[in-house]
């Protein structure tokens, strides 16, 4: 159990268009779902954190006009990269909890490459 | 700014020897880490977890050890298998963080049969 999809695995995209990746829980409910943007050779970085039914809560130097965050339902959040750009192209990658309380129960996607031209 | 660092790219180690990987933080406020294990277009894989409040956590052939003074956890695999070739990223929460988590740059262990 406690498989996290995401789709597209990858995607090319021009500049100036918008993509939206989903990301779902399969087998549980997420009460909240974590989006990470990863650099080659870099770490994964917090984006933002989502809850269901509410708005996201994004990290320092995130423009939530530019990543926009839907967590409609327990099994389904989206980011859409809004007006793409070069400098976005990048690995990004969701989470989603049970809300356990426990750190470990974060379950990660397989992540979605992104390459903006 | 690099709270958590991984300063080893890439290790090998030959299978059945111990694979040591080392992980140093900065922010004295994280109080739970974490090891998650990654394949190739896969996503990160929970391994082992240490409170601060312990300075030793093993299960199976996988042993954290965490230094609070010297602000260093590391994580040995003995013995090493095949299997084991991934990239290893080690991560922290604080109390104040919820469950945010903050992660290193990850290490890549190969295991050379």
């Known amino acids: 159990g406690a498989v996290v999809s995401q789709h597209p695995s990858w995607v090319i995209c021009k500049s100036g268009t918008s993509v939206k990746i989903e990301c779902r829980s399969l087998?549980?409910?997420?009460?909240?779902m974590f989006w990470y943007r990863q650099f080659p050779k870099q770490s994964l970085m917090l984006m933002a954190t989502s809850n269901e039914g509410s708005k996201a809560t994004y990290e320092q130097g995130v423009e939530k006009d530019k990543f926009l965050i839907n967590h409609a339902s327990l099994t389904l959040s989206t980011l859409t990269v809004t007006s793409a750009h070069p400098e976005d192209s990048s690995f990004y990658i969701c989470?989603?909890?049970?809300?356990?309380?426990?750190?470990?129960?974060?379950?990660f996607g397989p992540g979605t490459r992104l390459t903006v031209l | 700014d690099q709270q958590v660092k991984q300063n080893s790219p890439s290790l090998s180690v030959q299978e059945g020897r111990i694979s040591i990987l080392n992980c140093d933080y900065t922010n004295s406020m994280f109080d739970y880490f974490l090891w998650y294990k990654k394949y190739p277009a896969e996503g990160p894989t929970f391994l082992i977890s240490?409170?601060?409040?312990?300075d030793k956590n093993e299960d199976g052939r996988f042993t954290v050890f965490l230094n609070k003074s010297a602000k260093h956890l590391s994580l040995h695999i003995v013995p090493s298998q095949p299997g084991d070739s991934a990239v290893y990223f080690c991560a922290a929460k604080s109390n104040f963080g919820n469950e945010k988590l903050t992660f290193g740059t990850g290490t890549r262990l190969t295991i050379i049969p």
């Open positions: 087998d549980f409910q997420a009460t909240t």
């Open positions: 240490i409170s601060s409040i312990k």
């Open positions: 989470s989603a909890s049970r809300g356990s309380g426990a750190v470990d129960t974060q379950y």
